[in-house]
């Protein structure tokens, strides 16, 4: 069976998780590759809301496996209160519920040093972080100084590891600042009681995926964050810190290339953005605005942090350059219903830096901040959408607006989602989705 990844194409929270859940039904296997509790990824089934921070979006479904993979940054506190609110859910997890021995774990003197990093940096340095620790971690591991969950197994090695964090330039930027790191036995003994709480789930990830793959099984990756936060295709420095396009996958799982059958793009039928950072058309039209308008309707708050999210128009020409990144078989269109009672609908298609057309994302957050987008404008459809179930449903200037999304993006329209729970969902039966999966 084939495998597919679903990818976030915008700055994050465009609906990732609704859609694994939904695709999950045909895979066996839900794989997340990178990113940790910074993610907060909704799936709604039957009018209940659930979000995850670490557990795959497969885990509503009970014959599917569910693997955190390698190039993941773990919480284990955060984690372990996810994983007994599911099983409250009468959720069961044994026996097919695997976490990578070489993910790395956010011990708590990282996750303190990101708070402090985004004290220090002021208005305009600040990128907004989720401060759960995942710059510090991903910059431990880079420096070859972090600790992974197998670390965990032998309490009298982590504790020598951690106080190695302790002494070094993580405890030295805390103590300058005041902080205390903390006692290294004490977090050494919490991390290794953690442990022993997720030890029957903890594999060799790369392993059991490659096993199941020669043994015919498939596997949905699950990507986190999204193409414009990526650490090299981000709007860097204020992208996170992991590589979240569909390369990453095959890092961050042990997987290689070759086996990547197919990629989804996942969108909103508009844009938003949490955090600081270049957005080309963000909507800063005050309280009384349609910035305003879309938030209170498409309830664009964190799910991670409750941040209210910034807002925009659909942007053609980042949608674009993520494709060009991804090179997407197919986009899920997310959110159409939020744009339900506009009159008009802009669109950009273009950018223009200095007078001149450009087709990619400027590299300087500086000349980013300058680009003028290029609008044209759709006739709204002013119709409810929400119980729409087929294609043909949708009203034509709904179906003219995904169309026009489709040639923007550069690849056709998968699936249409016009509600938050599962059943709000249009799987277009002559797509390559439905034809190669069987939906
Ligand atoms: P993710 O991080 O990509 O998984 O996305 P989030 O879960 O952070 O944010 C997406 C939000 O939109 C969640 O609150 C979803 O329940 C909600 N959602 C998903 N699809 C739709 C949709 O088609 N319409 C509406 N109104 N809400 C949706
Ligand atoms: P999901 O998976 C939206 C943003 C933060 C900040 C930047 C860096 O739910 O789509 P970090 O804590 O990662 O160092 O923060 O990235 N960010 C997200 N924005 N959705 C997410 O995840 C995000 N994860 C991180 O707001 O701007
Ligand atoms: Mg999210």
Same mark, same amino acid.
């Given at each position: 069976?084939?495998?597919?990844?679903?990818?976030?194409?915008?700055?994050?929270?465009?609906?990732?998780?609704?859609?694994?859940?939904?695709?999950?039904?045909?895979?066996?296997?839900?794989?997340?590759?990178?990113?940790?509790?910074?993610?907060?990824?909704?799936?709604?089934?039957?009018?209940?809301?659930?979000?995850?921070?670490?557990?795959?979006?497969?885990?509503?479904?009970?014959?599917?496996?569910?693997?955190?993979?390698?190039?993941?940054?773990?919480?284990?506190?955060?984690?372990?209160?996810?994983?007994?609110?599911?099983?409250?859910?009468?959720?069961?997890?044994?026996?097919?519920?695997?976490?990578?021995?070489?993910?790395?774990?956010?011990?708590?003197?990282?996750?303190?040093?990101?708070?402090?990093?985004?004290?220090?940096?002021?208005?305009?340095?600040?990128?907004?972080?989720?401060?759960?620790?995942?710059?510090?971690?991903?910059?431990?591991?880079?420096?070859?100084?972090?600790?992974?969950?197998?670390?965990?197994?032998?309490?009298?090695?982590?504790?020598?590891?951690?106080?190695?964090?302790?002494?070094?330039?993580?405890?030295?930027?805390?103590?300058?600042?005041?902080?205390?790191?903390?006692?290294?036995?004490?977090?050494?003994?919490?991390?290794?009681?953690?442990?022993?709480?997720?030890?029957?789930?903890?594999?060799?990830?790369?392993?059991?995926?490659?096993?199941?793959?020669?043994?015919?099984?498939?596997?949905?990756?699950?990507?986190?964050?999204?193409?414009?936060?990526?650490?090299?295709?981000?709007?860097?420095?204020?992208?996170?810190?992991?590589?979240?396009?569909?390369?990453?996958?095959?890092? %961050? #799982? =042990?997987?290689?290339? @070759? *086996?990547?059958?197919?990629?989804? /793009?996942?969108?909103?039928?508009?844009?938003? +953005?949490? !955090?600081?950072?270049?957005?080309?058309?963000?909507?800063?039209?005050?309280?009384? %605005? #349609? =910035?305003?308008?879309? @938030? *209170?309707?498409?309830?664009?708050? /964190?799910?991670?942090?409750?941040?209210?999210? +910034?807002? !925009?128009?659909?942007?053609?020409?980042?949608?674009?350059?993520?494709?060009?990144?991804?090179?997407?078989?197919?986009?899920?269109?997310?959110?159409?219903?939020?744009?339900?009672?506009?009159?008009?609908?802009?669109?950009?298609?273009?950018?223009?830096?200095?007078?001149?057309?450009?087709?990619?994302?400027?590299?300087?957050?500086?000349?980013?901040?300058?680009?003028?987008?290029?609008?044209?404008?759709?006739?709204?459809?002013?119709?409810?959408?929400?119980?729409?179930?087929?294609?043909?449903?949708?009203?034509?200037?709904?179906?003219?607006?995904?169309?026009?999304?489709?040639?923007?993006?550069?690849?056709?329209?998968?699936?249409?989602?016009?509600?938050?729970?599962?059943?709000?969902?249009?799987?277009?039966?002559?797509?390559?989705?439905?034809?190669?999966?069987?939906?």
């Amino acid at each position: 069976m084939p495998n597919c990844a679903v990818v976030g194409a915008q700055w994050g929270d465009e609906g990732k998780g609704k859609i694994v859940d939904l695709l999950s039904e045909r895979f066996d296997v839900v794989a997340r590759y990178q990113g940790g509790p910074n993610a907060g990824h909704t799936v709604t089934i039957a009018g209940k809301r659930h979000a995850l921070h670490h557990v795959p979006s497969g885990v509503f479904r009970d014959n599917v496996r569910i693997v955190i993979g390698n190039g993941t940054v773990l919480d284990l506190t955060k984690m372990l209160v996810e994983i007994d609110s599911l099983v409250a859910a009468g959720i069961s997890l044994d026996g097919r519920f695997f976490i990578s021995e070489r993910a790395h774990v956010i011990v708590p003197l990282l996750s303190r040093l990101d708070a402090l990093n985004e004290q220090v940096a002021g208005e305009s340095g600040r990128i907004g972080t989720t401060q759960r620790g995942i710059g510090p971690t991903y910059e431990a591991k880079a420096a070859r100084s972090g600790i992974r969950v197998a670390d965990l197994a032998d309490a009298t090695a982590l504790r020598e590891r951690i106080q190695k964090m302790v002494d070094g330039p993580v405890g030295s930027r805390l103590r300058e600042a005041g902080e205390d790191p903390g006692d290294p036995g004490a977090i050494a003994a919490q991390a290794h009681a953690q442990y022993r709480r997720i030890e029957r789930w903890v594999a060799d990830t790369a392993l059991l995926l490659n096993d199941w793959m020669d043994e015919g099984r498939s596997i949905l990756f699950e990507g986190a964050q999204g193409t414009l936060l990526d650490l090299d295709h981000g709007s860097y420095p204020f992208v996170t810190s992991s590589t979240t396009v569909a390369g990453g996958l095959c890092g %961050g #799982l =042990g997987v290689s290339p @070759r *086996r990547v059958d197919h990629v989804i /793009g996942v969108f909103k039928a508009y844009a938003t +953005r949490v !955090g600081s950072g270049p957005m080309p058309t963000e909507l800063l039209d005050g309280p009384e %605005g #349609l =910035g305003e308008t879309i @938030r *209170r309707r498409g309830r664009e708050y /964190g799910t991670t942090t409750g941040r209210p999210r +910034r807002c !925009g128009w659909f942007d053609g020409v980042a949608a674009a350059y993520a494709n060009r990144i991804n090179r997407f078989d197919g986009a899920c269109i997310m959110l159409l219903d939020v744009l339900d009672s506009l009159d008009e609908i802009r669109v950009c298609v273009g950018y223009r830096l200095d007078g001149a057309a450009i087709r990619s994302m400027p590299p300087v957050v500086s000349d980013a901040k300058r680009i003028e987008p290029v609008f044209e404008t759709l006739p709204g459809w002013n119709t409810d959408t929400t119980s729409a179930r087929t294609w043909e449903e949708l009203p034509p200037q709904a179906r003219a607006y995904l169309d026009r999304l489709s040639a923007l993006i550069g690849a056709e329209v998968s699936v249409v989602s016009v509600g938050p729970d599962r059943a709000q969902s249009i799987i277009r039966p002559g797509s390559s989705l439905a034809g190669r999966f069987g939906f």
